[in-house]
């Protein structure tokens, strides 16, 4: 694509009436997240950028590593592991951390992948995943009731009625969700989806060394997974935490992952670290949920889309 024409197509975007609404949206769901975690007793810290210690993730995505005097830093994937450390000395911590997950191109389709986005990301020292369940369902009918009345006409422009969903959401095992279901089970089960659910205990191997394993032999973690309904797939991951050094340790060789690679945490892990939990919502998603828009490029002025040069 010529340089010019990168251009056009931003400023094309950055002028279109949907984005404004989509920014006025944006606007209202910033503040009453930081206002509901405050006023819940959260401490709002600044985010961290680059960091030798970061989110290895699941899945396969681009590394940009950056040198300092020597030094080697990555691109925040997510703050999981700074969030930790936090709570140990903080109890309850929040943060809009801006994420870079340099995904393949393969991604660009999916219609909800941004290789640069935020997350609120929460976590509460000594809490439970059911805690932490209770406190996204009092969270979200919360914000879409603000949203719909503060963005209600922008809501109407966008042509989107949003409805405000029940609590508690409903509750579904991964394994009894992939039974019914087969593999394609979020995509199906979300499509068929009236109102927000969960899935919970992900067996081990398709999740991150960081979070819990349950104690009942299962092979399945204390973690969930909130979905959208109608179709818009995941809003949050999140779960209780392994917090022995031994456990993590052995959950890394799980992974064939090194010690090496975490050797910070692990130091940290050896001084003691808490029992905790908690779980990030992709602000770009949240957006695209509440304006119901198809593509999360709309949410964004700048949107970083899988495999496309952006500014
Ligand atoms: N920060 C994690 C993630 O980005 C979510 C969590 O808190 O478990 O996937
Ligand atoms: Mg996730």
């Known amino acids: ?29 910033r503040k009453v997240l930081g206002d509901f975690f405050r006023e819940e007793g959260f401490l ?17 995505v681009f590394d940009p ?32 951390s801006p994420n870079v997950r340099m995904e393949t191109e393969d991604k660009k389709s999916s219609g909800r ?6 997350q609120i990301d929460v976590e509460k020292r000594d809490a439970t995943r059911e805690d932490m369940m209770r406190l996204v369902e ?28 029940e609590t508690p959401f409903p509750v579904i095992k991964y394994l009894d969700a992939e039974s019914s279901r087969g593999e394609d089970f979020e995509r199906i089960l979300s499509k068929e989806a009236k109102t927000p659910f ?3 205990d992900i067996p081990v191997m398709k999740r991150e060394f960081y979070d819990r394993m349950n104690d009942d032999g299962s092979s399945t973690l204390a973690d969930m997974d909130l979905i959208y309904p109608e179709g818009f797939q995941e809003a949050l991951s999140g779960g209780e935490r392994e917090y022995k050094p031994e456990r993590i340790r052995e959950r890394i060789k799980l992974k064939g992952q090194t010690e090496e690679q975490f050797s910070h945490y692990l130091s940290a892990a050896d001084e ?6 908690g779980f990030g ?29 952006s500014l």
């Open 198 to 200: 969960w899935i919970v």
């Open 1 to 29: 694509m010529q340089q010019s024409e990168i251009v056009q197509n931003t400023l094309e975007r950055l002028s279109r009436e949907s984005m404004v609404h989509a920014m006025r949206i944006h606007t209202t769901v």
């Open 113 to 118: 992948h941004l290789w640069e986005f935020t």
């Open 138 to 165: 009092k969270l979200l009918p919360h914000l879409f009731r603000e949203v719909k009345s503060k963005n209600a006409q922008e809501l109407r422009a966008l042509g989107r009625d949003l409805p405000v969903p």
């Open 44 to 60: 709002e810290v600044p985010p961290v950028i680059l960091s030798p210690l970061t989110d290895p993730l699941n899945h396969p």
């Open 65 to 96: 590593v950056v040198t300092y005097y020597g030094k080697k830093y990555s691109l925040t994937k997510s703050m999981i592991f700074h969030k930790h450390l936090l709570v140990k000395y903080l109890g309850s911590i929040f943060t809009f």
């Open 281 to 309: 919502i992709g602000i770009e998603r949240l957006v695209r949920y509440i304006c119901g828009f198809t593509r999360i490029e709309d949410t964004h002025p700048f949107p970083k889309i899988p495999g496309e040069f």
């Open 272 to 277: 003691g670290l808490p029992p905790s939990a």
